[in-house]
């Protein structure tokens, strides 16, 4: 036990490679860099780096969107930030109450950060178990993480921080408090986890299939160029929306004929997946899930 424990105390790359997010922002468009999280789920290899994230280099500081899983994270993210500009943050915010967006926040406590009133309530109600979720999910990767809750509420409304013209949106389907920000000067939209792009959408807090794909359609009115999702790469063709509508559409007609012909959840859960949704990360296992969230509501109105 002493050998080992001296052996791993004097292997500098051990302590040095751990706990390290590799965080690489990426140039996307004109003052906006992109940190791209893995298409995977929650573990221990992966530290909960599983999200998206991203910053506009304005003329008066960085605005963030997203602030990652946990209190490393955040401050990784930070480091990263400062390694292409230094400039100063001026603004952050959460596009929604799920742990790998908003449990980063520690790390911008001298910052205003913002998010939509349902977001900050969810965040205050929620925040703890979704943090204690994480931290068996990913393990020491969180240590030091606690839940900072956004102290200003965002509004549905225009603002132009640096000459960049920002559009807010507040939308429901993923978690019934959603926001999404258009930067009109450069026509990035980022989606946040409305919308999902080559990895299996998430259902826990939806309020309704129908209802998101309402929305989606809503946002793909929306004059863009370029779409940040939450989870998977940036979609520079318009394309991710679609894809968004057709596997929603999937989902919710796969488990309507299910309920109609009286299936268990057990049963559901086995049916196949349509070979169109292949290329899509996950989708086996988010597709379980989200027939245990969503299947007793399409029984009971089956009957
Ligand atoms: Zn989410």
Redesign the pocket.
Known sequence: MILLALLSAASPSHGAERFDYQLKPRQIAPDTWFVEGRRESFSKTNGGNIVNVAFIVTDEGVVLFDTGPSRRFGEQLRLAIASVTDKPLVRVFN??A?P??FLGNQAFADVPLSALAGTAAQIRQNGDSFATSLYDLTGDWMRGTEVAPPGEVQRAERETIGGHRLRFLAFEG??GADLVMLDETTGVLFA??LVFYQRAL?TP?TPGLGHWRDELEQLAQLDYRLLLP??GPLDSERAAIGQMLDYLAWIDATLSRAATLGLTMTEVMALPIDPRFAAISLTRYEFGRSVAHLYPGYEEAAF
């Open positions: 596009s929604h799920h790998d967006h993923h978690t946040g986890d998430t807090q939450g989870h």
